[in-house]
């Protein structure tokens, strides 16, 4: 068996038999978004799914909006079998790392336009830390 296998049954076996609590996690989410106390919270000006035009079971990428200052996040996040896929773009555009914070953190580096893309975003809640001109915004946590 290899490690990956093994290590896939392990998981499989904590979450059946000793399962972390929900509130305990949503601390966890919680105390890891404080770790970066100096950065700006970028507010959600648009979410897809709360306007009155969604129809349950479509299948649509869910677009987003974050503001801060004159910084905007404009998010398209599309959910796939496996988790889901973000494709992004930072206005005013220009280079910036990105850094996708979940189970998985990775980092991304935005082009000329201040785009990026994701195609390998775990299910589950993620948020954005946006590192750009000595400024750092965060996004609210978004699930896929």
Request: with cysteine.
């Amino acid at each position: 068996m290899s490690d990956d296998a093994l290590e896939a049954e392990l998981r499989r076996a904590v979450e059946l038999f000793d399962p972390v609590p929900s509130e305990l996690l949503q601390v966890a989410v919680e105390a890891y978004a404080l770790r970066a106390l100096d950065a700006e919270l970028a507010e959600l000006v648009f979410d897809s799914l709360s306007g009155p035009s969604r129809v349950r079971g479509d299948r649509a990428p869910r677009m987003l909006t974050f503001q801060v200052a004159e910084l905007t996040v404009d998010l398209e996040v599309t959910v796939t079998a496996d988790g889901g896929r973000v494709v992004g773009q930072l206005m005013p555009p220009g280079p910036a790392e990105v850094e996708v914070l979940g189970h998985r953190p990775v980092t991304l580096a935005t082009d000329e336009l201040g785009r990026f893309v994701y195609d390998d975003v775990p299910a589950g809640p993620f948020s954005l830390r946006c590192h750009l001109a000595g400024a750092t915004v965060v996004t609210e946590w978004i699930t896929v």
